[in-house]
Each structure stands twice: as structure tokens, then as C-alpha cells.
């Protein structure tokens, strides 16, 4: 079983969903955890194994809102890098994932080559063929990232901090855009997030994922991770399609049993 490094944030109206992320990352892989989160947060998990947690002021606030919620929203994204920074501290990378990241596989022997490699930076592409949205909030979805120059990571806080961009996600491409990092992609099997499904262009990808030898595979290749909130459906209805169909497969492929299980458990828990 292979041992990652991780880092998020969690808030309390995000902590079902980082149960279950914790809950799938650790079915496959060993896991460290350097997590900032919540003072409700923070005590419901303090007991918990494998977790180094960091109590912060945050809160979820709005992406589009009044401007105290898109604040609010800004003091949150601005403890990935703190948590990211913790991780650095005491290891050679870390992977920081957001809290409604949903792993299905084990990573493969790429991920092995990219932390041994003198890689800066591996980001996640959108995939999402849509040029004017990646224009907007840059080529990168940065729910799933992997860092391990703390250099790279001041200069995409940094940029983040000058507040001329969609919060942190565009900045991470400027970052990057200005030398002297050396950055690859994770491909599209890693991170799959609802944005790669929901425009003409990219519906056929539904066709193309099965259950290749028991596992979630995109046209026969194992498929490492999901982005998208499986609980609260109604807030998210962006999410819905994809959500629904992972939801079905937990259910209907044996492989996932624990899964589904783990998903229930979760749901009707007292949070």
C-alpha cells in the first residue's frame, strides 16, 4: 500500500464530505494528513488517526456573494497554503486535495515518479474544452495538486494575494507562467472533476467510463480520483449528473460494497 502525504481545509458544512474523502484515500493508500479547519471541525476529529489539524477562523462564504461572503471565502482558500506549508515543513511534497475529492483507485507508479522526480509543481488540468471558462479561472483545477517547492508555493500565494483574479486558481497559472519552475500534469484519469462532463463536447465521457476489472476506469484506465460533492446534492446541482452516477456505481459494483456503506454511514451521521 503506498503512503501519500496530504493536506485540505474543512469547514463543518464540508466535514461529511472530508469523512469520506479521508475514508476513501485511506482505503488505498497510508495516509499523513495536515488539515486546517474549524473549531467544530477541529473537535470532532481531534480523536481521529493519522490527523495534524490546525484550528483557524474560517467559514465557507460565496464565490459569487455580498462582498463580506467572497471575503470569507478568500480567508479560507488562503489556509491551503498554510496547510501546504505545514506539510513542506516535514516532508519532501504534499498532495493537497479539497475536502469533496473522492478516491477510487490507488494512485499509479506515476505519482511514485513525479515525487521522485525534481518536479516543482504537478498540476490538474481542467480537461474541460472550454477555452473562454479556462481564460477566466485559469487552466488549472487546484482541488488537486501536488507541490513540492515551497518557493513555487509563496510565489502562487503571492499572486493569489494581489486579489487581480478569480481567487487562487487563475493565479496558480500566472505563477507558473513567470520561469523557473519545472511543472507536469497528472492526466486526466486523476481529479475528475464535474466540469469535464457538463457541455456538449464532454457528455460522451459517461460512455467511456466502466468497471474495468472491478474498478472505476475511464476507456480501460483505472480512474484514481473524483471532484465533486456527493452530499447536499441540492446545493450543488452542478454536480448532480456526475455525482448520481458515482453514487450507482458505489452501489452496484462489488468492488465498492465498503463504499456505499461508509457513504450511509456518513449521511445520517448526527453533524
Avoid at 469520506?20 to 473537535?43: G, T
Avoid at 511514485?112 to 490538474?124: G, K, R, T
Avoid at 457541455?199 to 480501460?220: C, I, V, W
Wanted: hydrophobic residues 40%; aromatic residues 16%.
Amino acid at each position: 500500500m503506498s503512503s501519500i502525504v496530504l493536506s485540505t481545509v474543512v469547514t463543518k458544512n464540508h466535514l461529511r464530505e472530508f469523512l469520506f474523502l479521508k475514508f476513501s484515500a485511506e482505503h488505498f493508500h497510508q495516509c499523513s494528513w495536515y488539515v486546517y479547519c474549524d473549531s467544530f471541525c477541529y473537535n470532532y476529529l481531534k480523536d481521529l488517526p493519522n490527523l495534524t489539524l490546525f484550528e483557524a477562523e474560517i467559514s465557507d462564504g460565496k464565490v459569487f456573494g455580498t462582498p463580506e461572503e467572497k471575503e470569507s471565502f478568500f480567508q479560507t482558500i488562503l489556509t491551503k497554503f498554510d496547510a501546504c506549508e505545514k506539510a513542506l515543513a516535514e516532508n519532501d511534497y504534499v498532495l493537497f486535495v479539497d475536502s469533496d475529492i473522492v478516491f477510487t483507485n490507488a494512485v499509479c507508479s506515476l505519482f511514485d515518479e513525479f515525487i521522485e522526480s525534481d518536479l516543482d509543481i504537478v498540476a490538474s488540468p481542467h480537461y474541460q474544452l472550454n477555452p473562454q471558462v479556462d481564460e477566466d479561472w485559469g487552466v488549472f483545477n487546484v482541488g488537486f495538486i501536488l507541490i513540492k517547492s515551497l518557493e513555487i508555493l509563496n510565489r502562487w500565494k503571492e499572486v493569489t494575494l494581489t486579489k487581480e483574479y478569480l481567487f487562487e486558481q487563475k493565479p496558480l497559472e500566472v505563477a507558473m507562467s513567470q520561469g523557473e519552475v519545472s511543472w507536469d500534469t497528472f492526466p486526466i484519469t486523476y481529479n475528475m472533476g464535474w466540469w469535464r462532463f457538463n457541455n456538449p463536447k464532454t457528455q460522451h465521457r459517461f460512455e467511456s467510463m466502466d468497471s474495468q476489472r472491478g474498478k472505476l476506469s475511464l476507456a480501460g484506465i483505472p480512474i484514481v480520483s473524483f471532484h465533486t460533492h456527493l452530499f447536499n446534492l441540492d446545493a450543488h446541482p452542478q454536480c448532480n449528473q456526475l455525482s448520481n452516477f458515482l453514487l450507482l456505481a458505489f452501489s452496484s459494483i462489488p468492488t465498492y460494497n465498503k463504499f456505499i456503506e461508509r457513504y450511509h454511514e456518513i449521511k445520517e451521521l448526527d453533524i
